[in-house]
């Protein structure tokens, strides 16, 4: 599956910034779909995660509470919203999915196959 995440901008802290990841080649009904991040000097981070049919969610624990991600397999897209921005969610933001039959979710960067190119965002304070 071929992945193009959007949406990044510069928001100030408290905002809020929606983030799209587009995927084509593949129905992502088949994948299992997460959001990691980057920052610089810094290891990618986990951000969230859902489930194939959208069932089941889990995020990391710096956003939780704050990013809710959703998918619409008919729209083959997943989506992160992100409210009460910090500076400290600054990062380039990815999109990344794997091929599963089960309804698991994951939260490690190595266990994802596919990336799309990252979207920035900046948080100022």
């Known amino acids: 599956v071929q992945l193009q995440a959007s949406g990044g901008g510069l928001v100030q802290a408290g905002g809020s910034l929606s983030l799209s990841c587009t995927a084509s080649?593949?129905?992502?009904?088949?994948?299992?779909m997460g959001w990691f991040r980057q920052a610089p000097g810094k290891e990618r981070e986990f951000v969230a995660t859902i489930s194939r049919a959208g069932v089941r969610t889990y995020y990391g624990d710096s956003v939780k509470g704050r990013f809710t991600i959703s998918r619409d397999n008919a729209k083959n897209m997943v989506y992160l919203q992100m409210t009460r921005l910090k500076p400290s969610d600054t990062a380039v933001y990815y999109c990344?999915?794997?091929?599963?039959?089960?309804?698991?979710?994951?939260?490690?960067?190595?266990?994802?196959?596919?990336w799309g190119q990252g979207t920035q965002v900046t948080v100022s304070s």
């Open positions: 080649r593949s129905p992502i009904s088949a994948y299992v």
């Open positions: 990344a999915a794997r091929a599963s039959v089960t309804g698991a979710t994951y939260s490690g960067q190595y266990e994802y196959t596919d």
